[in-house]
C-alpha cells in the first residue's frame, strides 16, 4: 500500500461561513511514485472537541489511478503460465503463416503438369518465392510499426487473418488465370495474377499475422530466447513434415481449387485461437508508445520518490531480463539503433541474404527433380505422385531437431559458431549428397540416386533448416553489445534481409535453368533411360548454386573470426615499414 503523507496548508483567508475554531484542511499526498504526485484535499471533523485542540488526522484514501492499474507487476520471463501460453500460440501460428510456402513444392509441380504447363518453370516458382519472399521483407516493416504503436497490436492479427484469407479463396476461383478452368494458360502472363493473390496479398496477410507474434514471443522470454525460436521454427518444420503429403492427396483427389479452399478455411480455424493468447508480457501505453513498467515515471514525469530514475540502467551496462528496454514498445524512447552502425550486423545481414537466396531453390524445385530424375512413365503411379512430396517433408522433418539444436546453441556459443556449424553442414549435404545424387542420376542408378537424395534432405533440412534459429545469437550479441538494442526490431531486420533473398531465388533460379535449357538439359522425363541423364545436366547449375550461397551464409562469421588475423597483418606491415 501506498504511503500517505499528510500536509498542512496555510489557514486561507476567513470567510463568512466558517467558524472561528475550525482547522484547515490538509491534503493527502500519495508518495507512491505511480501516482505521479496526485493530491486529493480530506475534510477532518473535530468530534467531542471541547477545548479546541486539533482533532486526530484521519486521510481519505483516494481510488486507484490508471496509471498505477496499468504498472501492475510485471510477469517474470521465460517460465510461467503466460510464457508457455504464448509460446504454444506462436507455434500454432507457423501452419497458417507458413504452410502453403512450405507446400509450394508441391503446388510448383502441379502447375507444371497441368493448369500452366505451358508457362516457364522460372515463372511459377516466383509465385512461391513471392510469397516466401514478401512475407519475410514485410516482418520488419510491421513490427516497427507495431513497436512505435503498439495500441495497433490488438487489430494486427485479424486484419492480416482475413487478407490472407481472402487472397487465397480468391485465386481459387475457377477460371481465375486459367486455373481448373479447362482453357489452360499459355504464356507466363497467366501466371501473373497468382503471383499477386497467392504471392504478395497472402505474404501481406501473414506478415501482419506474424509480426505481433514474433514481437509478443521476444517479449516473454530473454534469458532462453533461442529456445524459444527454436521451439517455433521446429513447429514450422512440423508443419512441414506432413502438409506436403496431404497437399499432394488433397491435389490428386479434389483438384486444386477445393484444396485451395480447404486450406483456407484451416487457416482461419487454427489462427483464431493464436489471437485470443497473444498477450504482451508488459502492458504498452497506447499515448506514447512507451512501456509501462515497475520502475516506469509517473504520469507528471516526475522522478519516483525514491530519489532515482525510473531508467536506472545507462547504456553502457546491460539491463536485468526483466528490463523496459527488452520489452516491446519501448522503441520511440528508449530502444536504440546502435545495431545499424556496427559492421558486424551488417557482416551478419549479408550472409544471412545470400544464403537465403539459395535456401529457397530446394524447397521450390525438389519435387521436381525428384520426380524428372527418380522416376519413369514405367514407374507405379504412387512412386511419381508422392516421391517429390515425402522429400519435402524429410527435410522439413530434419529440420525440427535442426530447429532445436540450433536454438540450444545461440543460447551458450558465440553467434560466429552458431552460424559457422549451420552453414558447413548445408555445404557437405548439398555438395557430398545433392550433388552425388545428381552425378549418379546421370548414369541412370534411379534406386541410388533417389537414397542420396532421402539422406540430403535430412541433413539439408537438418542445417540449413535451423539456420532461422541461429538469429537468437545474433540477438544476443547486439543486446551484448548494446544494452538499449530492441531484439524485436532486430529479428525483423533479419528476417527482411532473408525475404530480399527469396525475392531474388525466383528470378536466379529462373535464368540458371533457362541456360541449362539452352545447354541440352532437360527438365522432363520420358520412357528413355537418357531422360534422366538430360534431367541431371538440367537441374546441376541449381545445385550448385544452393551450394555455393550456403557457403556465403558463414561470411559475417568468416569476417568476424579473421579480424585478429587481419589485426596481426597490420600490426606487421607496420613494423616492416619502420
Not at 479546541?52 to 501492475?72: E, H, I
Request: charged fraction near 10%; hydrophobic fraction near 45%.
Amino acid at each position: 500500500m501506498a504511503s500517505i503523507e499528510l500536509v498542512e496548508l496555510a489557514a486561507p483567508e476567513p470567510v463568512a461561513d466558517r467558524s472561528a475554531g475550525a482547522p484547515a484542511c490538509p491534503v493527502v499526498r500519495s508518495k507512491d511514485g505511480d501516482n505521479g504526485g496526485l493530491e486529493r484535499r480530506a475534510s477532518l471533523t473535530a468530534a467531542n472537541n471541547g477545548n479546541g485542540a486539533d482533532p486526530p488526522q484521519v486521510p481519505v484514501a483516494a481510488p486507484p489511478s490508471p496509471g498505477a492499474v496499468a504498472n501492475r507487476p510485471v510477469p517474470p520471463p521465460d517460465r510461467g503460465r503466460g510464457a508457455y501460453l504464448v509460446l504454444a500460440a506462436c507455434a500454432l501460428a507457423q501452419a497458417p503463416i507458413w504452410g502453403y510456402s512450405l507446400s509450394f513444392g508441391v503446388f510448383q509441380q502441379y502447375y507444371t503438369a497441368h493448369s500452366l504447363r505451358h508457362a516457364s518453370p522460372g515463372a511459377i516458382a516466383s509465385i512461391g518465392t513471392s510469397q516466401t519472399g514478401v512475407l519475410y521483407l514485410a516482418v520488419p516493416v510491421v513490427s516497427a510499426v507495431l513497436t512505435r504503436f503498439p495500441r495497433l497490436r490488438p487489430w494486427c492479427g485479424p486484419v492480416g487473418l482475413v487478407v490472407a484469407v481472402a487472397s487465397l479463396a480468391g485465386s481459387s476461383a475457377p477460371g481465375a488465370s486459367g486455373v481448373d478452368s479447362g482453357s489452360g494458360a499459355h504464356a507466363d502472363g497467366a501466371v501473373a495474377p497468382l503471383i499477386a493473390t497467392q504471392g504478395v496479398l497472402y505474404a501481406l496477410g501473414c506478415a501482419l499475422l506474424f509480426g505481433p507474434a514474433s514481437l509478443c514471443l521476444d517479449d516473454w522470454f530473454v534469458a532462453r530466447k533461442g529456445l524459444a525460436y527454436g521451439i517455433m521454427w521446429a513447429a514450422k518444420s512440423v508443419v512441414g513434415s506432413g502438409l506436403p503429403l496431404l497437399v499432394a492427396a488433397l491435389l490428386a483427389r479434389y483438384g486444386l481449387v477445393a484444396t485451395l479452399r480447404a486450406w483456407a478455411v484451416a487457416s482461419a480455424l487454427l489462427a483464431l485461437p493464436v489471437l485470443f493468447f497473444l498477450q504482451p508480457r508488459v502492458p504498452a501505453d497506447g499515448r506514447s508508445g512507451v512501456v509501462a513498467s515497475n520502475d516506469a515515471q509517473g504520469d507528471s514525469g516526475e522522478t519516483p520518490s525514491n530519489g532515482q530514475s525510473g531508467d536506472q540502467h545507462s547504456g553502457d551496462e546491460p539491463n536485468p531480463p526483466s528490463s523496459v528496454s527488452s520489452a516491446p514498445g519501448a522503441l520511440s524512447s528508449r530502444a536504440s539503433l546502435v545495431f545499424l552502425r556496427r559492421p558486424l550486423f551488417w557482416m551478419l545481414m549479408v550472409g544471412n541474404t545470400v544464403q537465403s537466396l539459395g535456401y529457397q531453390m530446394p524447397n521450390t524445385y525438389l519435387a521436381s527433380y525428384a520426380n524428372a530424375t527418380t522416376t519413369s512413365p514405367t514407374s507405379t503411379p504412387a512412386l511419381a505422385t508422392y516421391t517429390g512430396p515425402l522429400l519435402l517433408a524429410l527435410s522439413s522433418v530434419g529440420s525440427v531437431p535442426g530447429a532445436l539444436v540450433m536454438g540450444l546453441l545461440g543460447d551458450r556459443l558465440r553467434n560466429t559458431t552458431v552460424v559457422l556449424i549451420s552453414s558447413a553442414g548445408s555445404v557437405v549435404a548439398v555438395f557430398a549428397l545433392w550433388y552425388v545424387s545428381d552425378v549418379v542420376a546421370s548414369t541412370n542408378d534411379q534406386s541410388r540416386a533417389l537414397g542420396l537424395l532421402i539422406a540430403f534432405a535430412l541433413a539439408y533440412g537438418f542445417f540449413a533448416g535451423g539456420f532461422s534459429s541461429t538469429w537468437s545469437a545474433v540477438l544476443h550479441e547486439m543486446k551484448r553489445r548494446d544494452s538499449a538494442a530492441h531484439t524485436g526490431l532486430v529479428f525483423g531486420m533479419l528476417m527482411g534481409g532473408r525475404g530480399l533473398g527469396f525475392v531474388l531465388s525466383g528470378p536466379v533460379s529462373g535464368a540458371l535453368l533457362a541456360t541449362a535449357q539452352h545447354s541440352g538439359g532437360s527438365s522432363s522425363s520420358s520412357s528413355s533411360n537418357s531422360a534422366a541423364a538430360a534431367a541431371a545436366k538440367y537441374y546441376a547449375p541449381l545445385i550448385l548454386c544452393t551450394g555455393t550461397t550456403a557457403a556465403f551464409g558463414a561470411w559475417g562469421a568468416l569476417w568476424t573470426l579473421g579480424q585478429p588475423c587481419r589485426r596481426l597483418a597490420r600490426r606487421a606491415v607496420g613494423v616492416l615499414c619502420r
